[in-house]
């Protein structure tokens, strides 16, 4: 499994940005794509997660609201649309895989990874 992250950059807070992953290798019908990011001097953290077949999406009480996890089936891409961004969502943004339904949520259930794409949100 090979997963490819773009889409990071620099925004004013308030502002929007959209992330992209783009999965191959395998069938992704079994898996959920998830997004994470890691702030400087922090673990990493969940942020989104989606199943691959279904749609079914999970959020971090940080980003609700504010962060739409979706993915395009044909593109075999899962996108991170980020709005009304905050300095404190500043961080390296990575996606990540796994089959294990009952690790969405944490970053040790996932067992591939894809490269980070850095996202800063000046105040």
């Known amino acids: 499994v090979q997963l490819q992250a773009f889409g990071g950059g620099l925004v004013q807070a308030g502002g929007s940005l959209r992330l992209s992953c783009v999965a191959s290798?395998?069938?992704?019908?079994?898996?959920?794509l998830g997004w994470f990011r890691q702030a400087p001097g922090k673990e990493r953290e969940f942020v989104a997660a989606i199943a691959w077949t279904g749609g079914r999406t999970y959020y971090a009480d940080s980003v609700k609201g504010r962060f739409t996890i979706s993915r395009d089936n044909a593109k075999n891409t899962v996108y991170l649309q980020m709005n009304s961004l905050k300095p404190e969502d500043t961080a390296v943004y990575s996606c990540a895989a796994t089959l294990n339904y009952g690790s969405r949520l944490d970053r040790l259930g996932y067992d591939y990874w894809g490269q980070g794409t850095l996202v800063t949100v000046s105040s």
């Open positions: 290798g395998r069938p992704f019908s079994s898996y959920i």
